[in-house]
């Protein structure tokens, strides 16, 4: 009897995950996993925002995949995805084709525009490792360059976010922590520098404890972050933003804007023949796609409802690393011809913010509010435990977050 063949595309949070749990659950003799990922490595996608502000270096974020899978379990292929043909159980890549009896697709998300002009072609986006390194050097050549020109040019430290969710807030944390260190050395007066956020509706960090957005909203107020929230973009340029409030519009310079406003699936869902929902996939309860019951969707590309609320959970690493389980539990189960699969069920421990290194919002037990230092310290560990699930304590004391103090 042949081997089944499962492969994983993707080396985000859900597909590194379902791949370290198969190689606990699979031997060699069970089955023929494959990884694919564009890169050779894996990267927490939830640090991004530190990299982009330069207040972690980018190798602190990735991870080889040969320090997380085992390779005489698991086989890895670096490549692209081209296409995926579930009809025909073949994955298309830059460099060949793989067929399979399984697949599962974790291949993240893309930037969502919403037809904004000049977003694609003059903003910045918080979405790889090789994105936020792009940020980090544009920013500080900004700042390099500001006096080294007989005019003075206010836009190049004019720095617009767009979008005042977790990516736009985190990222304006660690900015607002960068930006005094790079006047410093760039001998340049803070008060020259700004920092805008702009959000669409009325406030940041929708779904947040009011309380908790006030204490966000003061703390980086306190450190130079403007805002300007019930603002809509209308337009990005290479030289600055035009933006809508009170049916008013304004421009702003700036050479360095950062859109965070929005994420989609990626778009090859959408050319692949699954059923989707605006490029996400309605999964069953055991996460497989309505469609082709021999595909299982994780992380972004999946669509999956609360039924609380009526609304699609959020795209978080935490329950991307959830699914990852369900996933893993329920091939484990196929490869073994048992039938009986495991629904997926959300089990949310919380959300936290960082407002960069010392300081957060979150909540966590159901409803117990914490900020500042406690926050903080919270989500350093949730990032460390991350880490402990995808590579065990030895990847935590590698890469972790223990500077709390």
């Not at 995926?84 to 930037?111: H, M, Q, T, W």
């Not at 720095?159 to 944390?173: D, P, Q």
């Not at 490869?335 to 919380?350: A, D, P, Q, T």
């Amino acid at each position: 009897m042949n081997k089944p063949k499962i492969v994983i595309l993707g080396a985000g949070f859900g597909g590194i995950t379902t791949a370290v749990k198969l190689q606990k659950k699979l031997s060699r003799n069970d089955a023929h996993i494959t990884l694919v990922n564009k890169h050779d490595y894996h990267y927490q996608t939830t640090w991004l925002h530190e990299n982009a502000a330069g207040t972690l270096h980018h190798d602190r974020t990735r991870i080889p995949v040969k320090d997380i899978v085992d390779t005489n379990k698991i086989d890895f292929v670096q490549d692209t995805v081209v296409e995926i043909k579930p009809d025909e159980k073949k994955v298309v890549l830059k460099n060949g084709e793989l067929d399979y009896d399984y697949l599962v697709v974790g291949l993240g998300f893309e930037a969502a525009t919403f037809g904004i002009p000049g977003i694609m072609e003059n903003a910045f986006t918080i979405n790889s490792i090789n994105s936020a390194r792009l940020i980090k050097q544009h920013i500080e050549y900004n700042f390099a360059m500001y006096n080294n020109e007989k005019e003075k040019r206010p836009e190049r430290l004019n720095i617009i976010i767009g979008g005042g969710g977790f990516t736009g807030i985190e990222f304006a944390g660690e900015i607002a922590n960068r930006v005094p260190e790079l006047c410093k050395e760039y001998d340049i007066d803070p008060k020259d520098v700004r920092m805008i956020v702009l959000e669409g509706a009325p406030t940041i960090l929708p779904g947040f404890d009011p309380q908790l957005i006030e204490y966000a909203m003061n703390s980086l107020e306190a450190r130079g972050v403007e805002f300007k929230t019930g603002a809509l973009l209308k337009e990005c340029r290479v030289d600055g933003i035009t933006y809508e409030k009170d049916e008013k519009q304004e421009d702003i310079p700036a050479l360095t804007t950062i859109w965070a406003a929005g994420v989609r699936a990626n778009s090859l869902i959408e050319t692949s023949g699954l059923e989707h929902n605006r490029g996400k996939v309605p999964v069953q309860p055991d996460l497989r796609a309505p469609s082709h019951p021999d595909v299982f969707v994780v992380g972004d590309c999946a669509l999956i409802m609360n039924e609380e609320t009526g609304r699609p959970y959020p795209p978080t690493a935490q329950i991307a690393m959830q699914e990852a389980e369900t996933i893993a539990h329920n091939l484990s189960a196929l490869v073994h011809g048992k039938e009986n699969l495991e629904s997926f069920e959300f089990i949310n421990r919380g959300s936290v913010a960082s407002l960069g290194d010392s300081d957060a919002i979150g909540v966590i037990f159901g409803d117990k509010k914490i900020f500042g230092w406690t926050a903080s310290f919270m989500k350093k560990m949730i990032d460390n435990r991350a880490l402990f699930k995808i590579g065990g304590l030895g990847l935590v004391l590698k890469k972790g977050k223990f500077n709390i103090f």
